[in-house]
């Protein structure tokens, strides 16, 4: 079978990454640019401090601040209506996964019309989207550089889950001066959305040697440096380590696919309206305890063992990555079940557990679970008894 890989045309990284976008832009021939944020880095001036930037490359900004966590259709098509009024030909997400998606959904919907409920699925798009600088602030969702957009359905209490090359970023800005004053919670939720996009790429059905590379890569360097991150916002180096991991593994999800903990979120974090990073780090020690009854995945297990350097057999790796995983949660202030998020019904799970069936990223699912066994997970999550 072959495999098909795609990868954002040009990415900058470090400290004062910023001060290369100019440059860039210039070569990109723009003019009118719509900055998609949400209101704390508006008022903080971190939009503005992006939008220098694009002044000194000649292009006028707007600002359009009313992203939230968990983006809504209504969100979308406010930010719709602002870019076609303006006539933007550049759309500059400023934040994390929130920002860059809804940028995502506008960018998909200007270039090629109708509805953003029109473009669920995978690849439902025929033209490429208006241009997207993404200034990720965050360490994180992996959105500047995957083919994925997220957008909340509030009438249906779900969400849609968009795969579509047509909406990849054109230039995408990991800058550690960004990351520095992410607050310790959103840091530990963040990053475990991180390692849970390289555990579930690692184990989807398509993965293939080049998403392995970036996924066990990705979990190393989290594996490494996010309790650092957590502990030290100042710690630089754990933070500009911390952008490239979620990079690669958002590479390696964007490539291979996601898996039953991101399908189980979604449901989760659209009918609860949670953050998203939170619901997948509470949920992946429990899948993966599912994921462990899995002959196939005994061999990808023990390459998550090496990648955490624990030293273990093929055996009991699956046991030992499962131990180590908690063990970070509990360090960095995750919550350890589902009973503790406290908007969590047991009496809903048999709906969630529809939703996350429906969900795109449980297609990529190394298989395709029984709605009793997700309701088995949800209710393990909940009671916190692997
Ligand atoms: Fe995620």
């Keep these: 079978m072959a495999d098909r890989i795609n990868s954002v045309k040009t990415s ?11 440059a860039e832009l210039k070569k990109m021939r723009v003019r009118r640019a719509l900055i998609v944020t949400d209101s704390f880095l508006y008022e903080t001036g971190v939009a503005d401090q992006v939008g220098g930037a694009l002044l000194e490359a000649g292009v006028e900004y707007a600002v359009y601040y009313r992203v939230k966590p968990n983006p809504t ?6 930010c719709i209506n602002a870019a076609l009024k303006l006539k933007v030909d550049l759309l500059v997400a400023v934040g994390g996964g929130s920002a ?3 940028a995502k959904a506008v960018s998909i919907v200007a ?5 953003v409920e029109d473009y669920e699925g995978v690849d439902r798009s025929k033209e490429p989207g208006l241009p997207i600088v993404a200034v990720n602030t965050t360490a994180g969702t992996g959105s500047e550089c995957t083919v994925f957009y997220i957008v909340t359905d509030p009438a249906r209490g779900s969400k849609m889950a968009m795969v579509d090359a047509n909406c990849m970023v054109s230039i995408a800005i990991n800058d550690t001066d960004f990351m520095m004053s992410m607050p310790p919670a959103l840091t530990a939720a963040t990053g475990m959305d991180a390692l849970t996009h390289a555990v579930e790429a690692h184990f989807a059905k398509n993965a293939n040697p080049m998403t392995d590379k970036d996924a066990l890569w990705a979990m190393q360097v989290i594996f490494d440096h996010l309790r650092r991150a957590v502990k030290n916002g100042k710690d630089e180096e754990a933070r500009t380590m911390m952008a490239y991991a979620e990079y690669s593994a958002g590479m390696a999800f964007s490539n291979a696919g996601l898996g039953m903990v991101h399908a189980m979120a979604h449901a989760l974090g659209g009918h609860y309206n949670l953050p998203h990073g939170v619901c997948n780090a509470v949920l992946l020690p429990y899948v993966m305890e599912f994921d462990e009854t899995v002959p196939e995945l005994k061999k990808r297990f023990k390459g998550i063992a090496e990648a955490f350097r624990l030293n273990c057999s093929e055996a009991q790796a699956s046991r030992e990555v499962i131990r180590a995983v908690q063990g970070l949660s509990r360090e960095i202030g995750i919550p350890k079940t589902l009973k503790e998020l406290e908007k969590v019904k047991p009496e809903d799970f048999g709906e969630l557990a529809e939703l996350a069936l429906h969900d795109a990223s449980m297609s990529q699912n190394y298989l395709m679970p029984s709605a009793q066994q997700v309701i088995g997970v949800y209710r393990r999550a909940y009671e916190g008894r692997p």
């Design 12 to 22: 900058f990284f470090g400290k004062g990454a910023i001060s290369l976008l100019p």
């Design 73 to 78: 259709i209504d969100v979308v098509n406010e």
């Design 100 to 102: 860059m998606d809804t």
């Design 111 to 115: 270039a090629n019309g109708g509805r």
